[in-house]
Nanobody, 127 residues
Framework: QLQLAESGGGLVQPGGSLRLSCAAS????????VGWFRQAPGKEREGVSCISYRAGSTNYADSVKGRFVISKDNSKSTVHLQMTGLKPEDTAVYYCAAGFGHCDAKHGSESDEYHYWGQGTQVAVSS
């Protein structure tokens, strides 16, 4: 059974950076898509970014394009989300998820495309 564990959240000032990590265990991420989602208080969960683990294709929400970069470390079965230029509106619990769908402009941004979820890590952007 695939298990996912997020790390790297914390409190950062506006304009700062954080790198989130999603470590997989129990099974391989090959042939899967890994996505990052976030949920702010009182708001619906939204897709932030995804990566096709084998093909390496990526996609980003418009709200984070140019600021966030998703990447993978095959040797460690880990997916990272490098976040720069953080804004207060980026404050949320960030979740990673894995599924057997695609990651492109039309796929990979909806929660129901994913089967496995981590517990989440809190990101707070505040001065």
């Amino acid at each position: 059974q695939l298990q996912l564990a997020e790390s790297g959240g914390g409190l950062v000032q506006p304009g700062g950076s954080l790198r989130l990590s999603c470590a997989a265990s129990g099974s391989t991420l090959d042939y899967m898509t890994v996505g990052w989602f976030r949920q702010a208080p009182g708001k619906e969960r939204e897709g932030v970014s995804c990566i096709s683990y084998r093909a390496g294709s990526t996609n980003y929400a418009d709200s984070v394009k140019g600021r966030f970069v998703i990447s993978k470390d095959n040797s460690k079965s880990t997916v990272h989300l490098q976040m720069t230029g953080l804004k207060p509106e980026d404050t949320a619990v960030y979740y990673c998820a894995a599924g057997f769908g695609h990651c492109d402009a039309k796929h990979g941004s909806e929660s129901d495309e994913y089967h496995y979820w981590g517990q989440g890590t809190q990101v707070a952007v505040s001065s």
